[in-house]
């Protein structure tokens, strides 16, 4: 745990510190940890101090409506977490989808940059995931998208199957702990004008938003093109998280 980390959880409890990492924690802990460190602290501390701690950063928007802070997760050797500086509960929320609305994850695949620095060598863009739980997938009621290495396996099957992976929605022919994904492939450099809130909002009613997670894993498609696979599950306590290792095996070796 970091210095920062530290400070960011006095005064929460340390019952409430596992709220960090959503598979050490106990369902009756306060959903709201992630909205206070955020809201009471990073956002503040940057705005008097221009320090963003205990966050790793604080992008600031005028009426905080746009921002975001990326902060280290309690769980993993290089895992973070970016979440809105405005109140938004998760995947279910509409802010998420309407008009002018802040794509948290340009600035999620961004943060790869603080993983790499917590690592022995920078990782491939195929090594990289950002994961958002379903609504009851997670413990915390403040939008995150976690930040960290994918899977090992889910890195082998995602090469090996390259070319089934297409523009639309189809089943992934590998299943992931008996868990059948969905996945279309989108092509750039970075996610600047990639969504997938949006992508996956554009397939289903606005009100069964909750009941999925999403996972992005970064490619490299035939003829040396950049690009990302987006995963989609669906069901009442679905976590794409699950598709990423926090140990960060594809660095360290099984």
């Known amino acids: 745990m970091t210095h920062r980390l530290r400070l960011a959880l006095s005064g929460l409890g340390l019952a ?3 709220v960090l990492g959503a598979t050490a924690i106990s369902r009756a802990a306060d959903p709201s940890v992630l909205w206070h460190i955020v809201n009471d602290q990073c956002v503040p501390n940057q705005e008097r101090d221009r320090d963003p701690a205990p966050c790793a950063a604080v992008s600031l928007s005028p009426d905080r409506a746009q921002g975001y802070v990326v902060l280290k997760d309690i769980v993993g050797i290089a895992q973070f977490l970016v979440m809105p500086t405005a109140r938004i509960s998760g995947i279910e929320d509409p802010a998420i989808l309407a008009h002018g609305a802040t794509n948290y994850w340009a600035p999620a695949w961004e943060t790869r940059r603080n993983a790499d620095v917590r690592l022995p060598r920078n990782l491939d863009r195929t090594e990289v995931s950002l994961a958002i739980n379903s609504r009851g997938g997670r ?8 930040v960290d290495c994918v899977r090992a396996d889910v890195k082998a099957a995602i090469a090996a199957n390259s070319g089934a992976i297409g523009p639309r929605w189809t089943p992934f022919p590998v299943p992931f702990n008996g868990h059948a994904y969905r996945a279309l492939r989108v092509d750039g450099e970075t996610m600047q004008d990639i969504d ?8 289903i009613p606005p009100q069964e938003m909750g009941q999925h997670t999403l996972v992005v894993v970064g490619a490299t498609f035939p003829g040396n093109v950049p690009g990302f696979v987006v995963f989609d599950d669906h069901g009442a306590h679905v976590s794409g998280e699950e598709l990423q290792d926090h140990r960060c095996g594809v660095v360290f070796g099984p």
């Open 196 to 203: 997938p809130f949006r992508i996956l909002g554009a397939t």
């Open 16 to 18: 409430a510190a596992f």
């Open 139 to 146: 413990t915390q009621n403040q939008l995150h998208i976690h």
